[in-house]
Each structure stands twice: as C-alpha cells, then as structure tokens.
C-alpha cells in the first residue's frame, strides 16, 4: 500500500492486489482514444493539490454519449485543462469490489437509485483515489 490510509481503507491492498492509483491508470490505458477518458490538454495552469478531474458514470455509456454527447462533450470543450471520464456501472462495481470494506460494499448494492448510487461512487473513488498519492 502506499500510505497508512489506504492500507486501513482498503485491507485488500496488503494481499498484492492493485492499488486505486494502478486500477484507475490501467483504466485509462484501456480506454485510451475512446471518448469515454479525455486526458487533460495542457493548459499553463498552475498545480493544484486537487486534480483536475471530471469523473461522470451511466449505466450504459454508449448509449449516454448517444442520447446526450453535446451536453456530454461540454465538459471537456468547457475545461480542457481537466481530465475527463465516463464509468460504466462495470467499472464501478469492480472499483467498489477491489477497494471498499465489506460494509461499504453492501451500502453500495443497497442504493437503488442511478444518481444516489453514482453519488456514493463518487465519494468512494474520491476517498480511495485521495488516499493513494501516486494517483494524481
């Protein structure tokens, strides 16, 4: 693990597996050039202790960008010095499966609702990915 925070996080960090840091690098790899991740554009900006990033989820995200690309698309025309992704419900499954505690987990499958769920996730992934220094 790469902090004492992550580690009392995310006890699964201790047998080997990814850290939030390598999962979401790996991600971005994977979906490098599709329109799901958009990498930030250089913009003379200062550093920020926060990254910069717009994370968005839909169940189906071919099917979000379908019915809503141009409101989608002015996230990243609007601010192109952030980087930009679109999680699929799969995406955040295996996120919150890799790195939360069993409780986290079960209030994670109890939330019915797309916003309330998306909502948790983001909270989730902020807390894990703040956790884990290597992911900015």
């Known amino acids: 693990c790469s902090s004492d925070l992550e ?3 995310s006890p ?4 080997g597996a990814l850290t939030p840091a390598t999962w979401l690098e790996q991600w971005r790899q994977k ?3 599709s329109d799901v991740y958009v990498p930030a554009r250089e913009s003379g900006a200062a550093a920020t ?3 910069r990033r717009i ?3 839909a169940y189906n995200t071919s099917k ?3 019915e809503h690309g141009d409101w989608i698309r002015t996230w990243t025309d609007l601010n192109p010095e952030y980087e930009y992704l679109m999680l699929n419900d799969s995406d955040c499954n295996d996120f919150v499966d890799r790195f939360c505690s069993d409780e986290e987990r079960t209030a994670y499958a109890r939330v019915l609702t797309g916003a309330s769920r998306s909502d948790l996730f983001r ?3 902020l807390l894990f990915i703040s956790s884990d ?3 900015s």
């Open 31 to 33: 979906h490098h050039g």
């Open 64 to 66: 979000a960008r379908r």
């Open 12 to 15: 699964r960090c201790a047998d």
């Open 133 to 135: 220094s290597s992911s």
């Open 7 to 9: 580690a009392s996080l």
């Open 123 to 125: 909270f989730l992934f």
């Open 55 to 57: 994370v968005q989820m």
């Open 49 to 51: 202790r926060i990254p």
